[in-house]
């Protein structure tokens, strides 16, 4: 990215315009939540992940048209996805004082790299500006679970040095599970066969996988049928964590009522300190596909 253009873009938003707000919060869509403010001093800005089926662009804003892509890329032949450009987290890190941007895994997406060549111009520019970016390793519920740690230790007054280091600290004991129905995406992406598909389906196979420690992918059981789905699912989370002082995030595809099932057996044999259901914006929609359920915890 030319130097030039950061500094152009730094005198329109900084200098003319003055800093919008003390903490702005900067993430990228795969983190399920929409632009607002968390808190009358503290901003959380969304920078979209691109959705392309054939020919056509879905860009992951809060206009996105998601049952509209989901039947697109039912039907299509090609499908992807590409990461929000460096420019476009440089215009949000130059509209705040206290900058912490929150990023999809880098194992799975160049979301991470865009949003440090956007810190790394700024700071050619300007050196004293405090911007952090994070790493989560995680995507979805995880990165809703990191957002809301920034804003209580913001409103608990801790410094912008504190606040980063507790941050990384906090992400890497997230826990992240998911589970697919559809495997549709995954056979247009050549990450999996059509027969193993097909076997998987007949043999009503639901896969449950987790998030690494590196930020990667693996399965770690293969249940059949949802409701032992449902309760491997659940098992797993109370072997990761001691799930009475979490905050759990379920989130889906199109999958309201699998969701509530997890949520009624969590609160019988765990009780968690909340539960929130979300339903998965476009870039997650698109990886998760039909019915597709993360848990975040």
Known sequence: ????????????????????VKWHIVSDSSCDMLEGYLAP????????QKVIIDQCEYEDDANIDIPSMMAAMKAARKTGSSSPAPQ?????????????????????????????LARDEIHQANPDRLIFVLDSKRTSGAMELIIMRLKEMIEQGLSFAEITESITDFSSKTQVLFTLECFDNFIKGGRMSRSSAILASVLSIRPIAMGTPEGTIRVIDKPRGLPMTIRRMVEH???LKDLHLCCVIISHCNNL???QRIQTLLQ????PKEI?????RGICSYYADQQGVAVSF
């Not at 001093?41 to 979209?48: A, K």
């Not at 019988?268 to 009780?271: D, G, L, P, R, T």
Request: glycine share 2%; with cysteine.
């Open 1 to 20: 990215m030319d130097s030039s253009r950061v500094q152009s873009w730094w005198r329109k938003y900084y200098h003319e315009r003055g800093v919008a």
């Open 41 to 48: 001093d503290i901003y959380l800005s969304i920078v979209p």
């Open 88 to 116: 476009e987290f440089a215009i949000k890190f130059a509209q705040g004082d206290h900058v912490i941007c929150v990023c999809l895994s880098s194992a799975l997406s160049a979301t991470f790299q865009a949003a440090c």
């Open 237 to 239: 989370m109370q072997k």
């Open 257 to 259: 009522d699998v969701a």
């Open 268 to 271: 019988q044999v765990a009780a």
């Open 276 to 280: 929130l259901i979300r339903q998965l």
